[in-house]
């Protein structure tokens, strides 16, 4: 059973950063694509998107509205996934997730992913 678990979250103002850290738990043999989604407060329950994706093959995405401000990282002896966020912006606030599936690729929807942590939040203020 694979559980993720993250953690990092909190309040901050514009301009600032925070680190979130997801914890990889279970089948760890297998190698995973992994990633960082984000579902904003005027976005569905269920909806996801992604703010950072690494594949198995090592191969990183970032969409636009993150691209160089936000760093994916994955500490094999830690078997922990990062994400450090830089220069927020409110439109960053949003319940940000990690996912993990052992098929799925770095450019794969989030509905391929197939193990999800809870969820921790993130608040960008002026």
């Known amino acids: 059973q694979v559980r993720l678990m993250e953690s990092g979250g909190g309040s901050v103002q514009a301009g600032g950063s925070l680190n979130l850290s997801c914890a990889f738990s279970?089948?760890?043999?297998?190698?995973?694509?992994m990633g960082w989604f984000r579902r904003r407060p005027d976005q569905a329950r269920e909806s996801r998107e992604a703010v950072a994706t690494l594949g198995r093959d090592g191969s990183i995405f970032y969409p636009n509205s993150v691209k160089g401000r936000f760093t994916i990282a994955h500490d094999s002896a830690d078997n922990a996934l990062y994400l450090q966020m830089n220069n927020l912006r409110p439109e960053d606030t949003a319940v940000y997730y990690c996912?993990?599936?052992?098929?799925?690729?770095?450019?794969?929807?989030?509905?391929?992913?197939?193990?999800w942590g809870q969820g921790t939040q993130v608040t960008v203020s002026l």
């Open positions: 996912a993990a599936d052992r098929r799925a690729e770095w450019w794969s929807p989030p509905q391929e992913f197939t193990y």
């Open positions: 279970g089948h760890t043999s297998y190698k995973y694509s």
